[in-house]
């Protein structure tokens, strides 16, 4: 079976425009987490989805902003980048919403703002 | 919110001996306790986890030990193998995952 999957892998942006990262989770899991990770530092949570309703969002401002569709699968969106947007984007899949369900994460996707 | 403290930020230790990292979280509301590894340029992977009902729990090499009262809790590996060289994070889940600044080993051939 394929893990979770994630698109673009890389991406270079300017500062002020926006992006949309995707991702797919693991087939039979219906919750989908977003982390940040800058580099030198731990993942930190931004979002978490499940059955398409948002159960939980981190610090982050209004500019990060993210659905899951119908089939699970979820965009996480940030407008007005700013230079200190460029990190790793995780997204993490589980089984379920619960707090105490293993979760899974995929590849990710490096942004770079210039 | 979830604090998560690791300890410490890196390792070096020659093959065959064993590696011990740390961790100390603060909310009581956390009952579920993850470790992931991740190498350089790779996604981290899961390779062991406790549960608050648990008091230790072992996978070959690999073992953690969780201390509820205390609120800390450990990674333990033996036999330490070159490929064991990595970043490893816990973390604490009270809904989220909340990790810690990550530990870097490095295994000595």
């Known amino acids: 079976d394929a893990g979770v999957t994630q698109s673009p892998t890389h991406l270079i942006k300017t500062r002020g425009q926006q992006v949309t990262l995707r991702c797919s989770p693991i087939s039979g899991h219906k919750s989908v987490s977003w982390y940040q990770q800058v580099l030198g530092q731990g993942p930190q949570f931004i979002f978490q989805y499940y059955e398409k309703e948002e159960r939980g969002r981190g610090n982050f401002p209004d500019r990060f902003s993210a659905r899951q569709f119908p089939n699970y699968s979820s965009e996480l969106n940030v407008n007005a980048l700013l230079l200190g947007d460029s990190a790793l984007y995780l997204c993490?899949?589980?089984?379920?919403?619960?707090?105490?369900?293993?979760?899974?994460f995929g590849d990710g996707t490096r942004l770079s703002i210039l | 919110g979830e604090n998560v403290e690791q300890h410490p930020s890196t390792l070096s230790v020659q093959e065959g001996d064993s590696a011990v990292i740390k961790c100390t979280y603060s909310?009581?509301?956390?009952?579920?306790f993850p470790w992931y590894k991740q190498e350089l340029g790779k996604r981290p992977q899961l390779i062991i986890d406790?549960?608050?009902?648990?008091g230790e729990k072992k996978d070959q090499r690999i073992a953690v030990t969780l201390n509820k009262t205390a609120k800390h809790f450990s990674l333990h590996i033996t036999e330490t193998q070159p490929e064991d060289s990595a970043v490893y994070f816990c973390?604490?889940?009270?809904?989220?995952?909340?990790f810690g600044a990550g530990t870097t080993v490095t295994v000595r051939a």
């Open positions: 406790i549960r608050s009902n648990v």
């Open positions: 993490a899949s589980s089984l379920l919403g619960q707090q105490n369900q293993p979760q899974h």
């Open positions: 973390a604490a889940s009270d809904y989220k995952l909340s």
């Open positions: 909310d009581s509301a956390s009952n579920y």
